[in-house]
């Protein structure tokens, strides 16, 4: 199991993972045991498994979804989905020689009873996983009396690509004296970071006067429905001397965005900076992100490959690298590594890679860089870019923030390659379409976005894109990238017409 993204074009069968890493330094450490991404490949393994056993959780049956409620509720709620799979701590314990700290699992709810053996293991398997990215720092640890709680997020995902997201709250756990943190980790198939940093806070309040509270209040979270984008989900909950309290859930209206926070994004860089790491996002290239904190790492990570919508990251994607798994630097494929500054040395010997400081007491923003990042970007669409994330300052909300930056380069996309499906081919007899590449970018006007664009279609993310497009059926399509298509050629004629 990684924190990784792995697709595969359609027909073809899931890759072996193990052999993408052969070539790869570091198989073995010096001690002669297995190498970091070989131990990496052994995590990965098990889920190649459950898809072969056809494994499936001992979960009960699913609630309810809207089929079984009346038709004014339809539309509040996603169909049989839980909030979360199930809620851990994570504890830093001595190991038995007491010379360091070690993370351990020691409180999980729901318990998944009555589980074959094989089921077991491979559970087991997956807690020692989220236990490595609860404490990615590795074990040199010591007491404290104070630390201050943080977020963040990771994602577990499976040989075929299917993600369930790991949410952690780090904090100081109640008492005296000198003590370690702990981590309370959510895992769920919904990425929507914002709301699960409130139920994060909820459980942080709840430990704070007894772990006890924390079963009642996730109970009644896993027993209510998941609402549908822009809706609200209200839960009961009691606590001693405060009674019963009514928690507001709510998903942003932008489904699509909310998973992100780019205020985190620009507090760290400036726009030219952000449009630099955008053109080397575009065309796939190695990027790794430096931090200390462990919430700007996730969050950067998470709103550069929203930075691509409607185009998804298709390659190695780890929002915090644990210290056992650095080796990963080394791969020669494109990826987004999010790396803590003091592990910074064992990344700076690479090559062909842009390493990106994040840090408030930084000297420069890129450490390194393949040198021509600022001469990707079509000159005139990258200053309609910045001139649109002006807008950005005149927004009071986080969605409106979302929204205006996601918007800017969304319309960039629009003006580079939005005229797509007029170059999908369809015959007669019906099936899937043909895209005419050449005669797609030959029709660009523009030199510079020609050659832009002519890059950009040799990337995975469009060429997973045009293949989904190839197996739709000709017609309108639904979707907000086709419907700021439709607004730009509307714009486009409106503009052609007044000329004449």
């Known amino acids: 199991m990684s924190e990784t993204v792995t697709r595969r074009r359609k027909g073809q069968g899931p890759k072996n993972l193990q052999s993408r890493w052969t070539a790869i330094p570091s198989g073995e450490d010096e001690a002669g045991r297995p190498g970091a991404l070989k131990r990496l490949s052994a995590m990965w393994s098990s889920f190649r498994r459950h898809k072969r056993d056809g494994f499936k959780d001992s979960e009960p049956p699913e609630l309810p979804g809207p089929a079984a409620e009346n038709s004014s509720r339809q539309h509040r709620y996603v169909s049989g989905q839980y909030f979360f799979e199930y809620l851990v701590v994570v504890s830093l314990k001595k190991t038995k020689d007491g010379s360091s700290y070690e993370p351990q699992i020691t409180y999980q709810f729901p318990k998944k009873d009555g589980m074959a053996k094989y089921q077991k293991e491979e559970e087991e398997k997956t807690l020692k996983a989220i236990t490595l990215f609860c404490f990615p720092e590795g074990i040199n640890w010591a007491p404290l009396t104070e630390y201050p709680s943080e977020t963040f997020s990771f994602v577990l995902t499976e040989i075929d690509g299917s993600r369930r997201n790991g949410y952690c709250r780090r904090l100081l756990p109640g008492g005296r004296g000198a003590r370690p943190p702990e981590a309370y980790c959510i895992i769920s198939t919904l990425a929507c970071f914002g709301l699960f940093s409130k139920i994060l806070e909820e459980v942080e309040k709840r430990r704070q006067i007894s ?17 549908a984008p822009g809706h609200t989900v209200e839960i009961k909950s009691f606590i001693p001397e405060s009674g019963t309290e009514i928690i ?27 449009l630099l790491v955008f053109a ?24 550069v490959a929203a930075l691509l919508y409607p185009f998804t990251w298709q390659h190695t994607m780890i929002s915090i690298v644990p210290e056992i798994l650095i080796d990963v630097v080394m791969a020669p494929t494109p990826y987004l590594l999010g790396v803590q500054k003091h592990l910074l040395d064992l990344v700076t010997d690479q090559t062909d890679l842009l390493v990106v ?4 007491n930084k000297k420069e923003t890129f450490i390194a860089s393949v040198g021509d990042e600022s001469s990707i970007l079509p000159p005139k669409l990258k200053s309609e870019i910045l001139e649109a994330l002006g807008a950005r300052q005149k927004a009071s909300t986080v969605e409106e923030l979302n929204r205006v930056v996601s918007e800017a380069f969304l319309l960039f996309f629009v003006k580079t390659v939005g005229h797509f499906r007029s170059y999908v081919k369809h015959s007669r007899g019906g099936g899937p379409g043909v895209f005419e590449k050449r005669s797609f970018y030959k029709a660009i006007d523009s030199k510079t976005t020609r050659h832009f664009v002519k890059l950009f279609l040799q990337t995975q993310m469009f060429d997973l894109f045009i293949q989904e497009v190839e197996q739709q059926q000709p017609g309108p399509q639904q979707g907000i990238f086709n419907k700021k298509i439709l607004e730009y050629q509307e714009k486009k004629k409106k503009e052609k017409a007044k000329k004449h």
């Open 248 to 274: 507001s859930l709510t998903r942003p209206l932008d489904s699509w965005l909310e998973h992100v926070n780019f205020a985190t994004l620009f507090d760290c860089l400036t726009d030219e900076e952000v």
């Open 357 to 360: 400081d994040l840090s408030d």
């Open 280 to 303: 080397a996002a575009v065309l796939e290239r190695r990027i790794v992100f430096i931090a200390e904190e462990l919430g700007t790492l996730s969050q950067i990570i998470h709103a």
């Open 211 to 227: 772990t006890a509270m924390i079963y009642p209040f996730m109970q009644k979270l896993r027993e209510a429905p998941f609402p």
